[in-house]
């Protein structure tokens, strides 16, 4: 079966989707109630039962270690290929063309932070995303009409993790998750048939081998969910609606894996201990606090569970204990980027941008390379209301955009910047940016239409706001009023 892929209200989705459409539902009401209020430090997602989208260096990061191994054996190029975290309990895994989510090309695999969590090692988790790619590899992606794309993803893989409370201050950003979760999960409705699995089954084997894997993880992960057969749809993990399991299918596969010669290679250590790292994060931040002091006992002096604990008390707006933890974490491991940044995360949501500059200045330092790093130095330059850092605020924003120019939340800070500058046409031509990075071409129009009113003209921004004007369906009149100003002569470029 193939799923329709246009967005849906929860009332018209099949009877078997109707549980995601209400918990879709639960997440708009909570992110409803939280627009308005500033800066709430525990972030709005973390109570809301449906899935968002989450934007996080240091998770991103072990994953692409795990997976583009596997994209390389696959015949991929790693770098066409964004990994999208979905907040959500449920396991699932998905895999879509970037067509599909409104970019100009290359594809998308997403993991749900429950498949992740429930990976008991890096080799499980893999092993999943082995059959993904198989998926990928193979062509067995649907594509959606071009009527019903919609670029979905970008903004919010603007996110940082627990990043949504900057949502909440962002009624527009917060009005586009709630109507993008709707269409995301009807996007994330594959349905491959028996034979596409076992497919993909084969391909995932081929691909760990050449990885130097092994297809042991796979099939444990599997077997592990063998008891899902039974269930009917509704109370199946939603991959395995999707990708239905069978004992003879798991049976083809181990089959298959035992006889490759790297069944018996393992996890090394370090990638062992970077998977238990990322899970305590994820859970940290999408758990309660109280789950997490019981899921990491005080008595656990592993890193992974410090670090759970640590954001465990900034999330219980237990600040000051947050800061301890962290700083004897940072005292035992003074070049981890990813420390820092929670520091200045905790800082900033408890309203301390001042305090907070320094630690997101460090991370930075150790991390040019991430633009979420410039991205929240900037956002915490802006949020000292002092114009005189404001330019600095400009560059870090920059610094972001020239490493992820489609960063939405990117833009409409730098929007925000300019106005503070008072220079409102560069304010207008950011605000357009980031509605072209939203695929919301109606406001991308409008506003590229005031920063070329506002801009000099023929400057290379004046230029860009011609640019974005003319890629936004403008109409017969548009193009008129266009060619009367002089900016037709641009549009041969
Ligand atoms: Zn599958």
Not at 189 to 195: C, K, L, Q
Request: glycine share 8%; charged share 25%.
């Amino acid at each position: 079966m193939t799923a329709c892929l246009a967005p849906q209200p929860p009332s018209t989705l099949p009877s078997r989707f109707r549980r995601l459409g209400k918990a879709l539902g639960g997440a708009a009401a909570s992110i409803s109630l939280a627009v308005g209020v500033l800066a709430p430090a525990v972030p709005a997602f973390a109570q809301s039962q449906g899935p968002s989208f989450i934007r996080d260096t240091e998770v991103e990061e072990i994953l692409h270690e795990d997976a583009d191994p596997i994209f390389t054996a696959a015949g991929l190029d790693p770098r066409d290929i964004r990994i999208l975290i979905v907040g959500d309990k449920d396991i699932n895994a998905f895999a879509t063309t970037g067509g599909n989510l409104g970019m100009s090309s290359g594809s998308v695999l997403a993991l749900n932070t429950g498949t992740i969590i429930k990976a008991d090692n890096p080799n499980e988790l893999i092993g999943v995303i082995a059959h993904e790619t198989g998926h990928i590899a193979g062509g067995h992606i649907a594509r959606s009409g071009d009527g019903q794309k919609q670029a979905l993803g970008t903004y919010i893989l603007t996110m940082g993790l627990g990043v949504l409370a900057a949502a909440a201050g962002a009624p527009d950003a917060a009005f586009a998750l709630i109507g993008n979760s709707g269409y995301f999960a009807a996007l994330s409705m594959a349905g491959y048939t028996r034979e596409q699995e076992s497919r993909a089954d084969q391909a995932a084997a081929t691909y760990l081998d050449r990885a130097g894997q092994s297809g042991k993880g796979l099939v444990d992960f599997f077997d592990k969910m063998r008891y899902q057969e039974v269930f009917s749809d509704l109370k199946k993990y939603r991959f395995f609606v999707d990708h239905p399991l069978s004992g003879e299918r798991i049976d083809a596969l181990r089959v298959r894996v035992e006889a490759l010669p790297h069944y018996k290679a393992v996890d090394s250590p370090e990638a062992i201990e970077k998977h238990r790292i990322m899970q305590a994060k994820l859970k940290a931040y999408m758990n309660l606090p109280q789950q997490t002091f019981i899921d990491y006992k005080e008595t656990d002096a592993s890193f992974a569970a410090r670090y759970a604990r640590a954001i465990a008390y900034y999330k219980a707006l237990e600040t000051d204990k947050a800061m301890k933890a962290l700083d004897a974490l940072i005292a035992d491991h003074p070049d981890n980027p990813y420390l820092y940044e929670v520091k200045g995360q905790a800082l900033f949501e408890s309203g301390r941008a001042k305090e907070a500059e320094p630690a997101y200045r460090k991370a930075v330092q150790i991390k040019p390379s991430a633009p979420l790093l410039h991205l929240s130095l900037g956002q915490t330059l802006l949020a000292l209301d002092d114009d005189k850092r404001v330019d600095e605020a400009v560059a870090e924003l920059r610094r972001c955009i020239d490493l992820e120019g489609d960063n939405a939340f990117a833009w409409r800070q730098l929007a925000e910047a300019y106005d503070r500058k008072g220079e409102p046409g560069q304010a207008r031509l950011a605000a357009a940016e980031q509605y072209f990075a939203l695929g919301q071409m109606k406001d991308a129009k409008i506003f590229a239409a005031r920063a070329r009113e506002q801009l000099p003209k023929n400057t290379p921004q004046w230029r860009r706001a011609t640019d974005i004007f003319l890629v936004a369906n403008p109409t017969k009149d548009d193009l008129k009023g266009l060619s009367r100003d002089g900016g037709a002569s641009f549009s041969g470029r």
